[in-house]
């Protein structure tokens, strides 16, 4: 972890994900695959499975025997705090739900906008070690609350050709029936244009590595993706009144996620620099994870130093973080500084784990800077817009001439036509 | 123009526009021009626009002089509609502003989502023959309204080294300053990636040519984009109370922007199909652009005989049309069958080419059936949330258990230390 001056931070060079010609190469193999469940469909998915997972399926979908053996597998500790969370994010995502609405004006005019869900959503949620329960509520809840009627889940298989019983008794949680043992690049070639047994859908969401986030790239367009996640960030603005050990171990529980993770801390508070880096190799080493955060810390760390609150909350801002933590005095008095940013915690109570699995807003956030542009996933990622226009004959009638004189300019005549038509009582 | 059944029809091949094997030669092209640009900066945007546009310019920037030379080569009238138009979209978008939310739980506890602002947008607006002044009020006032405070638009130059007036007069009335004679690939790159001249923008919005499209497509997750367009297109559901001239004359308003634009006529009724079919080609001869029309009806024309109402939209869901008309009795009462459209135009006196212009909703509607997953450009393009997560010790402390049983079941026990640590009184 270096500590470095507000200067020196922002002369290092930006980042740069989605263009990178690095990235060809891996390209080559994802539109392969992609082009190979396309001509294929289910014979691609089986085949790529038993190559990249080293499981041979007989069947995609996971059965209800599957479901209901998984239930024995998890304690009930595990399946209260689930519901808990389940709560807990209904509650937040309900308050994003979306009204249609219709205002009227003179002459006979009606505009408006209706809200629509879409039909189907495919979840992508990760295998391998770690198992992913929290991802499921979190892209699965707010796809309900829109009023989705299918939402299918694809995740790889494990070595058994089982699905991680964790994962399966989360999505039976949140009422998913239908989750297809298929992962990577293949997966979202299936939901993106469909197989014999995988229906295409309207959207693919969820995490996963870099084969998914190119595939999710290559088929954007023809399908809507939700975003193209890097590596996990974590940026604390503190000041003197953070207690030292809170914000190491934030810093810490990001670090865990990824080698590549990216921690930052930004304060105005040489000494709360010092003593977090203290505190920051004093709780690494009794840490399971501790080589990997090591290396993060290493590669990816930074206690940025800052003149004053003014140029902290600058950098948080060029940073543009996913998960943002304010531990400073008054922390919701910072919030009109704030102009980029995932998540935001506010005080010394609310570390970033919290908001991972149990708060309620959503864990899926803008990493590497899109917080310049991206909100988190919501049930907004769900719904669709409509516009809507009436207009009676007379108010047409009024609207013409301008209309015309648009189209015009355009050099657009069969639209001036179209108002012309109308004109000819004989045409009624 | 050819009649055919709705068996017929869901029997053709669907579309898919953006994976597409035939893109790579474009695509190698727009991944130079995007790669000069993020190297040479400006010097390759003059090159570019040297080779591409003809015309070797001195400047960039449109200057002050040149705003008020175009507001002379315009007529009055036009400045009146477009004045007009301007306050039919400002009340519209106007609807669809959004507002920060909080709400307070036991113990303690605040959630909520802040709304902020994208802070810098580029726009693209085509050159070329046409003039597209409507894209501008289209794409500048819904950015304007959501507080973006920086927006620029970049269009290719004329031969001359001019931008066509109308859209300087334009850009001028929605209070636009920023305008950088630069169109293609290179525009797009140049809004990505900031060189000298441009500053890098957060999203890139606005219609293109193929080698814009494919370059939004490109730089998508280093900056927002909009939506990769395709060719227009129009759905007309009408039962037998339509009056065939209005429809005739609607469809050949799409027909008339591109040889690939999409046009569909959807009813139960044989005479009504019959007789649009007639009018079709009546209209067409007196109208300016009918090779562009004749060959869209032919190659992309298609009316389409249903059983009945249901089947009517079970169709125009299926087609997910950028505009759909609804030319029947109680047009209104239709609603709820439509699941996908971009815009919908209730009842005989509301045509296409009023939305394109006019009456206030936006005119970037998604196309190519993205009407499953997409919006129209909205005010809700341009801004972001923020998730807001402030618990108090007493909420932290009693959530600590659900969060630790989560955490471990994800095998990520630094995150469990962070509650751990806020556990331990000597560290506060």
Known sequence: MKILSAETFLEQDSHSQAFDQNNRLLDEKVL???QQVRQLGDKALFDYTEAFDGVKL?????????FSEAKELVDENFISSIREAKDNIEEFHRMQLEKSWFFHKDS???LGQMVTPMARVGVYIPGGKAAYPSSVLMNVIPAKLAQVREIAIVTPPQKDG??????LVAAREVGINTIYKVGGAQAVAALAYGTETVEKVDKIV???N????????????????????GPSEICVAADDTAPPAYVAADLLSQAEHDERARTFLV????????NVKTELYRQLDSLERNEIM??????????IITRDEQETFDIVNKIAPEHLEVMMENASDKLPLIKNAGAIFLGRFSPEPLGDYFAGPNHTLPTSGTATFSSPLGVYDFIKKSSIIQYSKEALQEASDSIISLAKTEGLTAHANAIYQRRDEKNA
Chains 1, 2 share one sequence.
């Open 32 to 34: 392969d695959i992609i």
């Open 58 to 66: 007989s069947q995609l979908k996971v059965t209800a025997e599957e």
């Open 108 to 110: 006979g005019i009606t």
């Open 162 to 167: 089982k699905v991680n019983p964790y994962v």
């Open 206 to 208: 969820g995490p996963g």
């Open 210 to 229: 870099a084969y998914v986030a190119r595939a999710k790239k290559w088929v954007f367009g023809d399908v809507a993706i939700d975003m193209i996640a």
């Open 267 to 274: 304060t105005s508070s040489q000494a709360l620099a010092e």
């Open 294 to 303: 090591s290396k993060a810390l290493q590669d990816y760390g930074n206690i």
